[in-house]
């Protein structure tokens, strides 16, 4: 069983790129969440999506950020315009179903540098 | 805003000691999961603890959540060099969205 999936697992943009993120869940789970880590920060909680439905984006920078889970193919978590400060890792997580007996099982995540 | 303090935030101790990774916060939450990141990995899952006052074992490591819900324990027995690493504890809110704490490298020497 592949876990989570995320590519690419390195990305250079330059200063007003767009940047965007893959991922694949675990076969047989329906929801996705997108944590950001910054560089000498602990893990942020920015969007949970389940399939074509955002659930909660109040971790979302309001601008230049964006998320989606279609019903075919990855979660996508595009981020026009890129700036220094959106250099980061950005985790995907995946869990069959909400609730504390359904553990989240994380991806290997992408390394975003903004030159 | 919820927050988690871990501390300490960093630990270096000689193999076969004993070690504890406190996780503590002001708010009430459903469970409490502890995770370790290696470097240039995502983080992989130890424990969820969902009761209060709930303890889990998981070989060497026992985990304990707080009676009120709110603060929680990591213990590590004769600790090894594999248990070098960076562990974070997360609390989960209703919505399924996890608050972390800031992580405690842990650094085991021979």
């Known amino acids: 069983n592949a876990g989570v999936m995320q590519n690419p697992r390195h990305l250079v943009r330059r200063r007003g790129q767009e940047a965007r993120l893959r991922c694949s869940p675990m076969?047989?789970?329906?929801?996705v969440y997108w944590y950001r880590q910054l560089p000498e920060e602990g893990l942020k909680f920015m969007v949970y999506?389940?399939?074509?439905?955002?659930?909660?984006e109040s971790g979302m920078p309001k601008e230049r950020f964006s998320a989606e889970f279609p019903k075919e193919g990855p979660s996508i978590l595009r981020i026009q315009q890129v700036v220094r400060g959106d250099s980061a890792a950005y985790f995907c997580?995946?869990?069959?179903?909400?609730?504390?007996?359904?553990?989240?099982?994380f991806g290997s995540g992408t390394r975003l540098t903004v030159v | 805003t919820q927050l988690l303090e871990q501390s300490p935030q960093f630990l270096s101790i000689q193999e076969g000691e004993n070690l504890t990774v406190y996780c503590n916060s002001s708010?009430?939450?459903?469970?409490l999961q502890w995770y370790r990141q290696e470097p240039g990995e995502g983080p992989v899952l130890l424990v969820t603890?969902?009761?209060?006052?709930e303890v889990k074992k998981l070989k060497r490591l026992t985990f304990q959540f707080g009676d009120a819900r709110k603060d929680s324990s990591l213990h590590i027995t004769a600790a090894q060099p594999g248990d070098t690493g960076l562990y974070l504890c997360a609390g989960e809110t209703s919505g399924s969205r996890l608050t972390f704490g800031e992580g405690t490298q842990l650094t085991v020497n021979p």
């Open positions: 076969k047989g789970h329906s929801h």
């Open positions: 708010s009430v939450f459903s469970s």
């Open positions: 997580a995946s869990s069959p179903a909400t609730g504390a007996n359904y553990g989240y099982t």
């Open positions: 999506l389940q399939k074509e439905n955002i659930i909660d």
């Open positions: 603890v969902v009761t209060g006052g």
